[in-house]
């Protein structure tokens, strides 16, 4: 079985300053892991994924995110955030299924 | 290119009506799904289909149905709702390979009283 766990229902983060949301994953197979972001009355886009290749995967907008396995992590990242960035993440697992599963979300706020 | 198309966007019903909700898409995607997203608790899968004239059940499929009869429409239906299933429903799709993100629509809220 999966399951996702965001830490942080809300994060904070001054214009550019370091974006840092947090995701740990269970699953009983290797899996595949993305991030998702939701912008208000829309659904939820890819920002990235992992797919076994290299650990450290860069996304649109300047997002990245490492995958450790020995911490069960996929922790996303961008260096310097910008008004825009505000909206919901969603991290996301897939096992040896077809379900994806998703964590229960963070909300990004970025004051001026 | 319209991507994943839900209708309608907003609906109220009263308790016990009944409603389906569409979903299209143009991708020829083989896997369609139905989820429900609630305040904190993230997106929970209600059902799904790996192809035309097959769906199965997700985490959370009590007081649905759904059905798949052509490949590119997936519709999620409710036979007496209830104010537990006000929520926000996002309909996607996605390849077969598990690297396949999913595409989703733009949602559905629907409020039952």
């Not at chain 2, 904190?40 to 192809?51: A, N, P």
């Not at chain 2, 059940?57 to 709702?81: H, I, M, T």
């Amino acid at each position: 079985a999966q399951s996702v766990t965001q830490l942080g229902s809300h994060v904070s983060v001054s214009e550019g300053a370091l974006v840092l949301l947090r995701c740990n994953y269970s699953s009983s197979v290797p899996p595949y892991l993305f991030w998702y972001v939701q912008y208000p009355n829309q659904g939820l886009q890819l920002l990235l994924k992992y797919t076994s290749a290299a650990t450290l995967v860069k996304g649109i907008n300047g997002f990245e995110a490492e995958f450790k396995k020995s911490e069960t992590s996929f922790h996303l990242t961008k260096p310097s955030a910008h008004m825009s960035d505000a909206a919901e993440y969603f991290c996301a697992v897939k096992g040896g299924g077809f379900k994806t599963i998703f964590g229960a979300g963070t909300r990004l706020f970025v004051k001026a | 290119n319209a991507g994943v198309t839900q209708t309608p966007k907003f609906r109220v019903l009263k308790t016990g009506q009944s409603m389906t909700l569409l979903c299209a898409q143009d991708m020829n995607h083989e896997y369609m799904y139905w989820y429900r997203q609630d305040p904190g608790m993230g997106l929970r899968l209600i059902h799904y289909s790996v192809g035309e004239g097959t769906t199965a059940k997700g985490e959370v499929p009590d007081g649905y149905n759904v059905s798949r009869l052509k490949k590119q429409n997936f519709l999620l239906g409710l036979e007496s709702a209830a104010p537990s299933q006000t929520s926000v429903y996002f309909c996607a799709s996605s390849y077969t390979g598990r690297d396949s993100p999913l595409h989703f629509g733009n949602g559905t809220r629907l409020t039952v009283t």
